[in-house]
């Protein structure tokens, strides 16, 4: 029979103190200034057309971001875990350059890629292709932040797992697709899904790379961080508050989804 090993308590008091003083507090001191003008003035606030449009502007940045990134994720794990080849780890060293990196770094990259001083410039434009100050550059920009946050996620569960399942699968007759689906993805994912969940919530917050690139065309380009800054840089505090509990709000929104997957993954397992 195992012995029930106990916690310290200092040190589960120390991480409760952490948690209230760094997290809870913040998150609650938020929606309490959300709320302070009323539930009317709230609302009001965030069914603002701009707020709406900045809300709608940040959901498509993320689902595209989350989608690019799933994709380039895996097919990035699956090529550096599984092949073997010349400049292997070139490649994983410059797949963590967007976390290396300064977002407003990543901003003026684009803006000096595609701007107007880009020696691109005039082809993009002769062909109707426009990047900066429009929506395709802030999802351009997410999509580089959030680029290694699926990828590293799975990259070490790959390489923990190795290739004997897989090899004997190959053996045995097993097409690619059905060895992926029915051999590796299985131990990949619950490391997909937090991958996925991080990428999501990075790509809600961005601020430096978007502001940058975006312009701060209000209501055009301007995700709901940027119009939360918008906001409380004319002294709307009552607003900025109550469009930032928008954030909190999906930030526990795709921790619940979270955590109902791997619910029913580890029911499945059973």
Not at 68 to 95: D, E, H
Not at 162 to 184: H, N, Y
């Amino acid at each position: 029979m195992k012995k029930k090993i106990s916690g310290n308590p200092l040190l589960i008091a120390i991480c409760v103190i952490f948690a209230l003083a760094f997290l809870i507090l913040p998150l609650i001191f938020v929606l309490v200034q959300a709320f302070k003008s009323g539930f009317a003035a709230y609302i009001a606030s965030i069914s603002d057309p701009i707020a709406v449009k900045s809300f709608w502007l940040t959901v498509i940045a993320v689902v595209i971001s989350v989608v690019v990134n799933s994709f380039f994720g895996l097919f990035a794990a699956w090529s550096v875990t599984r092949y073997s080849y010349p400049g292997r780890k070139l490649i994983t060293t410059f797949m963590d350059l967007p976390l290396s990196i300064s977002p407003v770094i990543v901003g003026l990259i684009y803006i000096l890629t595609f701007g107007r001083s880009s020696p691109i410039y005039h082809f993009l434009l002769a062909h109707g292709i426009k990047i900066a100050f429009t929506v395709p550059g802030v999802v351009l920009v997410t999509i580089f932040v959030t680029l290694p946050y699926i990828s590293r996620e799975l990259i070490p569960v790959l390489e923990a797992t190795g290739r004997d399942e897989e090899e004997a699968a190959a053996l045995m007759g097993a097409k690619g697709l059905t060895i992926f689906r029915r051999i590796t993805f299985p131990h990949i994912r619950r490391a997909f899904i937090y991958g996925v969940v991080l990428c999501a919530a990075r790509a809600m917050g961005e601020f430096g790379a978007v502001s940058i690139i975006s312009g701060h065309l209000r209501g055009k380009t301007t995700t709901i961080p940027l119009h939360i800054e918008i906001l409380y840089n004319e002294f709307k505090l009552a607003p900025a508050f109550a469009v930032s509990s928008i954030l909190v709000f999906m930030a526990i929104l795709l921790l619940i989804i979270r955590s109902l997957l791997e619910y029913y993954d580890r029911k499945n397992e059973e």
